[in-house]
Nanobody, 123 residues
Framework: QVQLVESGGKLVQAGDSLRLSCAAS????????MGWFRQASGKEREFVAV????????IYSDSVKGRFTISRDNAKHTVHLQMNSLKPEDTAFYYC????????????????WGQGTQVTVSS
């Protein structure tokens, strides 16, 4: 029903900025709250940020607060993650996901997932 495709991941150096994008299929994009998660090698998938369907509310994990910004363009059916001051600890596979259950921060609350895009931050 809903397909999500991430893009923008690449190898960068510590301190660099990077913008990830997620394109969603369908015409009911604004009905979903959109989140970003990441999973580093050998670790569990963790919450990064979420934005409400209208774009008016956001939640960030403590590890990225002040450095990352989530945004969306409902007319274009896209959500973005602007990442500034990147650290080696940010290295992970980044996923976008969609949920109908509010500003959720848990993986199990999301019903649609993209295949992810790799972000590598070298020291």
């Amino acid at each position: 029903q809903v397909q999500l495709v991430e893009s923008g991941g690449k190898l960068v150096q510590a301190g660099d900025s990077l913008r990830l994008s997620c394109a969603a299929s369908g015409r009911a994009f604004d009905g979903y709250h959109m989140g970003w998660f990441r999973q580093a090698s050998g670790k569990e998938r963790e919450f990064v940020a979420v934005i409400s369907g209208s774009g008016g509310d956001t939640i960030y994990s403590d590890s990225v607060k002040g450095r990352f910004t989530i945004s969306r363009d409902n007319a274009k059916h896209t959500v973005h993650l602007q990442m500034n001051s990147l650290k080696p600890e940010d290295t992970a596979f980044y996923y976008c996901a969609a949920t109908l259950y509010g500003l959720a921060t848990t993986r199990t609350s999301y019903i649609y997932w993209g295949q992810g895009t790799q972000v590598t931050v070298s020291s």
